[in-house]
DNA sequence: GGAACGATTGAT
DNA sequence: TCAATCGTTCCT
């Protein structure tokens, strides 16, 4: 998913980024939402790849995940962070700030610069007004892999992957 | 039915 | 370092 195009298009415009760091959640993972088995709540994790996984948290954010397994297996990856490509002045509305490297570091933030909500849980990424496109051109990057953020259960896996050397990280 | 917690963010 | 804020999960 890195060095993939998350866009978005509502009446409002069409609101973009670069996918420049994500975090994995597996099957057999501790801190994974599938970990325990199937929910209401994370039932879209259990579906098939493609398709967006997002939910809310700390009674007040939301997050955005793209689900990775096959039917049955729940995994997804979490998206941390997009560098801006279209629509910055929209974004900027979005979030309150005029700050570009402010608008999407951070798994929250990206969700509220690009319009998305609870209702784009289990909707497809392919086609569609919320989709990704993965690029044509080679991909001349290196990744770096580090601890996930903000977890306590499997802290010690290293499944957090960024474009190395990129300025729209949500931390260094 | 109730309590504790969380894949965060922004202010102090 | 800490408050905001509420749905989900887990316990009784």
Redesign the pocket.
């Given at each position: 998913l890195l060095g993939c195009i998350l866009i978005h298009e509502t009446s409002q415009g069409i609101a973009s980024g670069k996918i420049v760091e994500t975090?994995a959640?597996l099957h057999d993972d501790p801190?994974?939402?599938?970990f325990?088995g199937k929910?209401?709540?994370?039932s879209v994790?259990f579906g098939s790849a493609g398709h967006a996984?997002v939910?809310?948290?700390?009674?007040?954010?939301h997050?955005f995940?793209v689900v990775t397994n096959r039917e049955g297996i729940g995994e997804?990856v979490?998206i941390r962070a997009l560098e801006p490509l279209e629509g910055i002045e929209l974004m900027k509305q979005r979030?309150g700030?005029a700050d570009i490297y402010?608008l999407c570091n951070?798994?929250?933030?990206l969700v509220e610069a690009l319009g998305i909500t609870r209702e784009h849980n289990g909707s497809s990424l392919g086609r569609g007004p919320l989709r990704i496109v993965v690029p044509k051109e080679k991909r001349y990057f290196q990744i770096a892999r580090t601890q996930?953020?903000?977890?306590?259960k499997g802290a010690h896996l290293k499944l957090r992957f960024i474009i190395k050397g990129n300025g729209f990280v949500?931390r260094q």
């Open positions: 975090e959640y801190a994974s939402h599938s325990k929910t209401q709540r994370n994790m996984y939910y809310f948290t700390y009674g007040m954010h997050c995940n997804a979490l979030r700030t402010e951070g798994p929250a933030k996930r953020v903000g977890i306590s949500s």
